[in-house]
């Protein structure tokens, strides 16, 4: 999966409020990986056509920045 340019402290300079900043880094990763699987269940009946959405999903969680 590809990378952000993220942890440049741009959200820590405009003073931006961060899912991770108000709840910690591992409980974000536990509530995106929730959402994800919950978003992968939504899909499922779509099939095959539902690939890309679930790819989406996916990346969301495994991303690196």
């Known amino acids: 999966f590809g990378q952000l340019k993220s942890g440049s402290g741009?959200?820590?300079?405009?003073?931006k409020l961060t899912?991770?900043?108000?709840?910690?880094?591992?409980?974000?990763k536990?509530?995106?990986a929730r959402l994800a699987k919950e978003a992968r269940?939504?899909?499922a009946?779509?099939?095959?056509?539902g690939a890309p959405l679930a790819f989406l999903a996916?990346?969301?969680v495994n991303r690196s920045s």
């Not at 741009?10 to 003073?15: G, N, P, S």
């Not at 899912?19 to 974000?28: C, D, I, N, R």
């Not at 009946?45 to 056509?49: E, K, N, R, V, Y």
């Open 19 to 28: 899912y991770p900043a108000a709840f910690g880094l591992e409980e974000s």
């Open 41 to 43: 269940d939504a899909i």
């Open 30 to 32: 536990v509530a995106a």
């Open 58 to 60: 996916d990346l969301v």
């Open 45 to 49: 009946p779509l099939g095959a056509s």
């Open 10 to 15: 741009l959200d820590e300079k405009k003073r």
